[in-house]
């Protein structure tokens, strides 16, 4: 059985109550709570549907994310669609916050200590910090290059003296793996094409920050 259990021999409202109790003692995740009957009709509850017959009587929400939340809500201050942070993140870090490169970039958006210093982030492990830092970076090259997102993508990934030195995309397989990555989580999230990558991703600037 799953986290829920059983909750074997008791029927009824007693039945119900060992149900909504063992959800409550449950990890924080998420866990939908199945039930089936036993021997005799006695009501066994679980997390994972496995037996036969199993439906589901108690649906749990997902739990909250703070910092997708703060992406959802202050994106659009910055001028970015949510989702496009959303694929950078999955792209630089694997939404892991502790995540640390081999250059020496931390947290969910892969800051470098410099820039993150020059943003003003106090802590770039710190999840929203960390965003906060990110999404202004990437608002600000997506401002110095009119919109296109593909040089955006690569200057946040090599840096904009590279984009600046090639007059464009740089030749690195990294940056290129990068770009092409995220612009494919993005087109893939926003259910449109942007193989073209010299599109306009950027928002109104009505309150951008």
Known sequence: ???????????????????????????????????SDGPGGTPLFTDAPTAPGCRLVIRTEPPR?????????TAPRHGLDPLL??????????????????????GLMQLMP??????????????????????????????????????????????????DRYGGVPPYPETRRFVDRVLGLYRRAKGVDLRGA???TTQPDDGRE
Request: aromatic share 6%.
């Open 65 to 73: 994310v703070p910092w997708r939340e703060a992406v959802e809500r």
């Open 1 to 35: 059985m799953g986290r829920a259990g059983r909750a074997a021999g008791l029927g009824g409202r007693t039945g119900w109550a060992v149900a909504v109790a063992l959800l409550a003692l449950a990890p924080t995740a998420a866990a939908d709570v199945y039930r």
């Open 114 to 163: 410099r820039t993150a210093r020059e943003l003003g982030v106090l802590d770039p492990y710190h999840p929203r910090d960390n965003v906060q830092g990110g999404m202004a970076y990437l608002a600000r090259l997506l401002d110095r290059y009119g919109g296109n997102l593909a040089l955006a993508l690569a200057a946040y990934n090599a840096g904009p003296a590279a984009v």
């Open 85 to 106: 942070v959303r694929a950078v993140i999955q792209v630089e870090s694997a939404e892991n916050p502790r995540a640390v490169s081999p250059k020496g970039a931390v």
């Open 198 to 200: 010299n599109v306009d």
